[in-house]
T-cell receptor, first 114, second 115 residues
């Protein structure tokens, strides 16, 4: 069974902390994505990566960075967490060109920043 | 630029009733269209997708969707809703746009099922 796993389902951090969200996929997909999901706003793309060490900004990259050192792993980093980054974070992966094939999603990490 | 509109934020239906969730898209060429479902506390799961061919697409869990180019729509339907269908539903459009190959999601429709 294909899988996208995320390191934590729930995370509570304090303002100013550095936060790492990890995502691993076992499907040998080239593309990996980080989304933020907030009520009424749907999914907003933070960053995506189409290859190892490659990354592209999405719609809302401010306050975030990413790392992709291995094909199967894509990390989202909050350098200095703020309360407005409290949200659900979803990782996804896909084959080929992203738009032309379905995305597979992880279960999400609900992050609370106090 | 591509965009997706899901006009209904919430839809409430009774169990056993039929369902239609609306999705309108904007895209300059033939779109690639998707419907995903998100059960409470879960990630998104693909219900169905349309690339080309027959405009009526069958998906999992008894769902279907119809692509109507003239109306720029890709509405999701189910003839008889079950309580387990209560979830958030997302329509997405994909395609090359400005060199990117990134799908665009609608804001979602929350389905509430009454017994």
């Amino acid at each position: 069974d294909v899988k996208v796993t995320q390191s934590s389902r729930y995370l509570v951090k304090r303002t100013g902390e550095k936060v790492f969200l990890e995502c691993v996929q076992d499907m040998d997909h080239e593309n990996m994505f980080w989304y933020r999901q907030d009520p009424g706003l749907g999914l907003r793309l933070i960053y995506f990566s189409y290859d190892v060490k490659m990354k592209e900004k999405g719609d809302i990259p401010e306050g975030y960075s990413v790392s992709r050192e291995k094909k199967e792993r894509f990390s989202l980093i909050l350098e200095s967490a703020s309360t407005n980054q409290t949200s659900m974070y979803l990782c996804a992966s896909s084959f080929l060109g992203g738009s032309f094939d379905e995305q597979f999603f992880g279960p999400g990490t609900r992050l609370t920043v106090l | 630029a591509q965009s997706v509109t899901q006009p209904d934020i919430h839809i409430t239906v009774s169990e056993g009733a039929s369902l239609e969730l609306r999705c309108n898209y904007s895209y300059g060429a033939t779109p690639y269209l998707f419907w995903y479902v998100q059960s409470p506390g879960q990630g998104l799961q693909l219900l169905l997708k349309y690339f080309s061919g027959d405009t009526l697409v069958q998906g999992i869990k008894g769902f279907e969707a119809e692509f109507k180019r003239s109306q720029s729509s890709f509405n999701l339907r189910k003839p008889s809703v079950h309580w387990s269908d209560a979830a958030e539903y997302f329509c997405a459009v994909g395609g090359a746009s400005g060199g990117s190959y990134i799908p665009t999601f609608g804001r979602g429709t929350s389905l509430i099922v009454h017994p």
